[in-house]
């Protein structure tokens, strides 16, 4: 019948008109299409370059760190000609070292490579007996880096809580530890370190810690029967 359309003669002139439709579209805005597909290629190149950036970043936040713990790690010794790092004076290498660390907490903080920077500065802080600011540090340690250093934070603050006299405070956090054990912090050091922080005040409960350890050897045994004879020893 004359004027009547097939199912597949509507299915070509619809594809037909779409075609059509999206040449002219095409003709009528190249310009754009080319403004955008200019944009398009800026945002692939801007990401890009971004992420080489982070990558380089990352790579002078790890060489940074390295150097650092490299400087904490060498002798106070008269410098030779072997070229190894050392240092005239215990002085001028703490004050390296802490300049050190120091610049890569500022520099890069949020970064993992702070949150170690600071953990070495929370040792560093204790050794020297200032406790405050080895809590600072210990504490933004644990709270920016990831969990394993974290914990490690965590651990030392807990010491450096008994050494202040806050038993309560320590003992939170070790408990915690216990129960989240790490790679750096395990449940058994946790306690070991538990027990001897409250051992002056709850002698039997530090033993009562201790006395699962002492089986199935090795060393966390050996190191729960030398802490087991030392507190006793005190009495």
Do not use: C
């Not at 619809?14 to 955008?36: P, S």
């Not at 070229?83 to 070292?97: C, H, I, M, W, Y």
């Amino acid at each position: 019948m004359a004027g009547r359309i097939t199912r597949k003669e509507l299915k070509t002139d619809k594809f037909a008109l779409e075609v059509g439709q999206t040449v002219d579209f095409v003709t009528g805005h190249r310009r754009e299409l080319i403004l955008w597909g200019s944009i398009a290629a800026t945002v692939v190149v801007v990401g890009l370059g971004i992420y080489l950036y982070m990558r380089h970043e990352h790579t002078v936040r790890e060489q940074a760190l390295g150097d650092a713990v490299q400087m904490q790690e060498a002798p106070v010794a008269t410098p030779n000609s072997s070229g190894r790092l050392s240092f005239p004076t215990d002085e001028a290498k703490q004050n390296a070292v802490t300049k050190a660390f120091t610049d890569i907490a500022t520099r890069f903080s949020g970064s993992s490579e702070a949150a170690v920077a600071k953990y070495y500065l929370g040792s560093i802080a204790a050794d020297q007996g200032k406790m405050a600011d080895a809590e600072k540090w210990f504490k933004e340690s644990a709270n920016e880096g990831d969990k394993n250093y974290a914990s490690l934070a965590q651990f030392s603050l807990g010491q450096a809580y008994f050494a202040e006299g806050r038993p309560a405070d320590a003992e939170k956090i070790l408990r915690y530890l216990m129960d989240h054990s790490t790679v750096f912090v395990s449940k058994e050091q946790a306690t070991i370190a538990l027990a001897k922080g409250i051992a002056p005040t709850k002698l039997a409960e530090a033993i009562k810690l201790l006395e699962p350890l002492r089986v199935g050897g090795g060393p966390v045994a050996q190191n729960a029967i030398t802490a087991i004879g030392e507190l006793t020893g005190q009495q």
